[in-house]
């Protein structure tokens, strides 16, 4: 997908997740097109794919979710990487874990 997140690469990331609307994947993108990237940034997408026939796919983000935009991921070992690595349900809230910068472990959680 030229000028996209992913244009260079796209590797899973936390286990998938059978939904009533799906099989929901989020994955991690590199791109060295994005023009609203920095070039060679690692960042985070979804896809969800038909849980009858899992070859195919629904949809997918056109942007990122989760992107380098702090000091932590945008510096470090390796600058510009988001990448996601685990999801949690805990307490009634989705929690996903991420690398940033090569060097630090960031979490993102949802409101509800």
Do not use: H, K, M
């Not at 945008?74 to 874990?97: D, H, K, M």
């Amino acid at each position: 997908r030229r000028g996209r997140f992913d244009s260079v690469l796209v590797e899973p990331g936390p286990v998938a997740l059978l939904t009533a609307a799906g099989i929901l994947l989020i994955y991690n993108g590199c791109n060295f097109d994005d023009p609203d990237l920095p070039s060679g940034a690692y960042s985070v997408g979804q896809a969800l794919f038909d849980s009858r026939d899992p070859t195919s796919v629904i949809g997918r983000t056109t942007q990122p979710f989760l992107y380098p935009e702090l000091p932590f991921e945008t510096e470090g070992t390796i600058p510009n990487v988001c990448f996601a690595n685990g999801l949690v349900n805990f307490e009634g809230r989705w929690l996903l874990y991420y690398g940033a910068g090569d060097r630090y472990v960031g979490v993102c959680a949802t409101n509800t």
